[in-house]
Structures are given as structure tokens and as C-alpha cells.
């Protein structure tokens, strides 16, 4: 079946621009999360969702970053007036429930000129 | 708050090494500990993972056995392969509501195997 898939797989915008990321995860899985790779380094959590709703978005950096699931799958991670320090590769995961495994998407590389 | 710590990297090997990649954490509770693997061009992958102190998780020939006396849980393979050439990342999860946790994982900074022939 279908894994997790991200679109796009690469993004490059100027500083100050804004930026939608999506992701689809796999059908019927209820808990979502995104994370944030910067080079060099491991996955850094950014917001969970379960169904619909966040329950829990304690990584987001700031208030530039925001994340919406509105029909508990696709979701989307915005990021308002990008700046240099944003880019970096951000992943998706899903699972059919917080104790469950995983599921990453490829990733989207963000880079901010 | 918890973290991961992994030996840094690159590691090289030739084929038919032996490979030990050394995970420790720092975690109150009881949280589950996890490798995942990205091989070049692909995604994040589960390995193995493990649940409770003691248990042993393995796949593909590679083990790991979580020391809570040690806080460790170190990525070995007896025999390395080509194709195990890949990022290698140790995580960990806190289990129920423990802490505020919602499941997410806490990776470490990833540990970079080059295997030659």
C-alpha cells in the first residue's frame, strides 16, 4: 500500500516569504507527527496530531510555525516570514495510534535564500 | 528532559566487519528505545526497537538489548554488508502519559556507516 508521501519534495524561497508543506499519510492512520532535521543532526519533534485535532505542539519554535489537519488526514505545516535559520528537511510521520509505529514520508527540504 | 546520545560518526568498515554503534539515553520513566535506519535517497525505517528492560530487539542481523542499568542500548552486527551502508539513528518514546509525553520520538544526532567492499 501507499506509504507516507510529502509534497513538495524540495521547496527554496527567499527570507520573509511563506510557505505551505503537506503531508498525506497512510489511510486510516490516526495519530500524525512532524519533525524537523536540520543537517547534521537527528529528526527534532515539531507538533502531533491526533485526528483533527493538535495535542500536542510544544516543538513548534515560534509563532511563524503553524500546523493544521482539518479532516484528520492531509495535513499541512505553515511557516510565516521564513527566515535563513528554517531551513532544513521536515519529515512527516504517521501510525494508526500514538503507540504504534511510525511511518515516515521522504521529506521536504526546505531552503530559505 | 530526556535525550539521546550516539557515538558520532562516519564509521568505516570493510564488508564482514564486526559494527558497534553505542546509544545511551537520558530518560525518567520507562520509555521504549528504537533504531531507525536511512539508507542514501530514502526515508527514515524502523530497524528494531524495544519495550522493557532486558528485551533484545533484532532485525536483518543486527541486535540491540536495552541496559537500563546502563542506560544503553547499543546497535551491533556481527558481519557487515555493502548495503548496510546508511545513517543510523537511536530514539526513544515515553510510553502512556508519562511526563506530558504524547509519543513523539527523541532522536540522537545519527551515526553515518560507510561499508567497503
Known amino acids: 500500500g501507499a506509504g507516507v508521501s510529502q509534497t513538495p519534495s524540495n521547496k527554496v524561497t527567499e527570507k520573509g516569504k511563506y510557505v505551505e508543506l503537506r503531508c498525506d499519510p497512510i489511510s486510516g492512520h490516526t495519530a500524525l507527527y512532524w519533525y524537523r532535521q536540520s543537517l547534521g543532526q537527528g529528526p527534532e519533534f515539531l507538533i502531533y496530531?491526533?485526528?483533527?485535532?493538535?495535542?500536542?505542539d510544544s516543538g513548534l519554535p515560534n509563532d511563524r510555525f503553524f500546523a493544521v489537519r482539518p479532516e484528520g488526514s492531509v495535513s499541512t505545516l505553515k511557516i510565516q516570514r521564513t527566515e535563513r535559520g528554517d531551513s532544513a528537511v521536515y519529515l512527516c510521520?504517521?501510525?494508526?495510534?500514538?503507540?504504534?509505529?511510525?511511518?515516515f514520508g521522504p521529506g521536504t527540504r526546505l531552503t530559505v535564500l | 528532559g530526556d535525550s539521546v546520545t550516539q557515538m558520532e560518526g562516519p564509521v568505516t568498515l570493510s564488508e564482514e566487519a564486526f559494527l558497534t554503534i553505542n546509544c545511551t539515553y537520558t530518560?525518567?520513566?520507562?520509555?521504549?528505545l528504537f533504531w531507525y535506519v536511512q539508507y542514501p535517497g530514502e526515508g527514515l525505517q524502523l530497524l528494531l526497537k524495544?519495550?522493557?528492560?532486558?528485551d533484545k530487539g533484532s532485525n536483518k542481523g543486527f541486535e540491540a538489548t536495552y541496559r537500563k542499568e546502563t542506560t544503553s542500548f547499543h546497535l551491533e552486527k556481527g558481519s557487515v554488508q555493502v548495503s548496510d551502508s546508511a545513517v543510523y539513528f537511536c530514539a526513544l518514546r515515553q510510553e502512556g502519559n508519562y511526563g506530558g509525553s504524547q509519543g513523539n520520538l527523541i532522536f540522537g544526532k545519527g551515526t553515518k556507516l560507510s561499508v567497503k567492499p
Open positions: 524495544a519495550t522493557k528492560a532486558d
Open positions: 510521520a504517521s501510525s494508526l495510534n500514538r503507540e504504534n509505529e511510525q511511518f
Open positions: 530518560a525518567t520513566g520507562y520509555p521504549s
Open positions: 496530531f491526533q485526528g483533527t485535532g493538535a495535542a500536542d
